[in-house]
């Protein structure tokens, strides 16, 4: 049987040295589904070979292959055109080294090409240098709040050891207020930061930032104004009552106006998403995109278009058991509100408490389309307002923990 499989082998190697240009067919075609695959796949191995074939190294290798070329072209003209042209001669090592250099080459100019660009969207992910000063200078003025915050519960802790409670009462609603007063300056500046990370690529894109309380259904007090909200949301998959509404899933995000860096936000309805933990249950209001599944996955989601979203998120939960209960009327309310809202595209960002749990969701928004340009400089936006991300949920923190003193 190894004599076997040794004379198979023997005899294709055999064919191949015999049919030179079937060979050379095989080679060509090797290459160039190499050079489609680094320049097409997304893979992070693939990424560093490209962004890596831009250096000098990578540069000095492609001037040599270039030189090996053209001299074997200038030299060899005759017996290359004999060996690789009319295949009147077999390919000998100048043939070989030849071959070689072009492969090489086209491999280079690929990976390199792919490289430059992967690099050019690197360099726009980055903030500009005006960012980073008034980054840093926001930050400073908000950590200053952070501080006096931090400084009220401290000073709390201590009166209510010695006031009396009605008091303690009064200095207690008086920091809630105080604390509550800081939550919308802090967001003015994660918006004003947004504002000019893109003004000098893009001109002005206006930027908005509003805030998504996640309270527990368990939790939820009736209240006229928020029942009316909750019936009015269209994003609740079974509508039947707003008892059915509430009993489908775990949690509520509502947003609270009050924070909302909009200038029409205070005057708005709130908006109201279900939250389902998966798993928990079999039937549930399905997350859509956006806050719920910010929380779902706990990471940053990048929305570049609000128009294509609906139907992206019609097709994922048609495959599930949602499907059974998807309508046409569903299908329409969530339709009909994205078509009247002015939000073009978002980026919905989880906060965190100390205990790592999720208390609410920011979301940055703009009536402009892909307004961060792509999935990446959207990620480096994320990372450089986390600081900022920091302060707002110690603000949020802070106000639970004053209420519940």
Same mark, same amino acid.
């Given at each position: 049987?190894?004599?076997? #499989? ?12 015999? !049919? ?24 992070k ?6 962004i890596?074939s ?5 540069n ?6 270039g ?17 690789i ?50 980054? #840093? ?7 200053k ?24 009462v ?14 919308k300056p802090v967001?003015e ?37 928020l ?8 994003f609740?998959l ?24 909009? @200038?029409?936000?205070?005057q @708005? ?19 859509? @995109?956006?806050?719920?599944? #910010? ?12 128009k ?13 058991? !949602? ?6 009327k ?19 960002i ?27 400089r ?28």
């Amino acid at each position: 049987m190894n004599q076997t #499989a040794e004379q198979g082998s023997f005899n294709v190697l055999e064919y191949l040295s015999t !049919h030179q240009s079937v060979a050379l067919i095989l080679g060509a075609a090797l290459i160039i589904l190499m050079a489609i695959a680094i320049g097409s796949l997304n893979y992070k191995s693939i990424k560093s070979i490209c962004i890596y074939s831009t250096n000098s190294v990578a540069n000095l290798l492609l001037h040599l292959s270039g030189v090996v070329w053209a001299s074997s072209v200038s030299i060899y003209n005759t017996q290359l055109q004999a060996q690789i042209v009319t295949h009147t001669s077999p390919i000998d090592a100048i043939g070989g080294v030849f071959l070689l250099a072009n492969s090489i080459a086209i491999v280079l100019l690929t990976s390199r090409y792919r490289g430059e660009k992967l690099n050019q969207e690197l360099e726009k992910s980055l903030p500009p240098t005006q960012v980073l000063a008034q980054g #840093a200078d926001l930050h400073s003025n908000n950590l200053k709040l952070y501080e006096q915050v931090a400084g009220l519960i401290s000073e709390l802790k201590y009166k209510k050891l010695i006031l009396s409670q009605s008091d303690f009462v009064q200095h207690k609603t008086h920091a809630l207020k105080i604390s509550s007063g800081f939550i919308k300056p802090v967001m003015e500046s994660i918006s004003a930061i947004a504002n000019d990370w893109t003004r000098q690529r893009h001109g002005n894109i206006d930027y908005f930032v509003n805030i998504f309380s996640v309270i527990d259904v368990s939790d939820y007090e009736k209240d006229q104004d928020l029942d009316a909200a909750i019936l009015k949301s269209p994003f609740f998959l079974f509508t039947d009552t707003i008892e059915s509404r509430l009993s489908f899933c775990d949690k509520l995000l509502i947003s609270q106006q009050q924070f909302s860096t909009c @200038e029409k936000g205070n005057q @708005e309805v709130p908006l109201v998403f279900p939250y389902s933990i998966i798993g928990t249950r079999h039937e549930h209001h399905p997350n859509f @995109e956006g806050a719920p599944i #910010a929380i779902e996955k706990h990471e940053a989601r990048y929305v570049p278009d609000t128009k294509k979203v609906a139907d992206k998120f019609f097709k994922q939960i048609e495959n599930s058991y !949602h499907g059974d209960y998807l309508t046409n009327k569903y299908k329409e309310n969530i339709r009909l509100y994205y078509k009247n809202d002015n939000t073009r595209s978002f980026l919905a960002i989880p906060l965190y408490n100390r205990d790592n749990e999720i208390i609410a969701v920011i979301n940055v928004y703009s009536r402009t389309k892909n307004m961060l340009s792509s999935e990446d400089r959207a990620k480096a936006f994320y990372e450089f307002i986390r600081p900022q991300l920091h302060i707002v949920s110690y603000l949020i923190s802070s106000q639970i923990i004053i209420a519940e003193m």
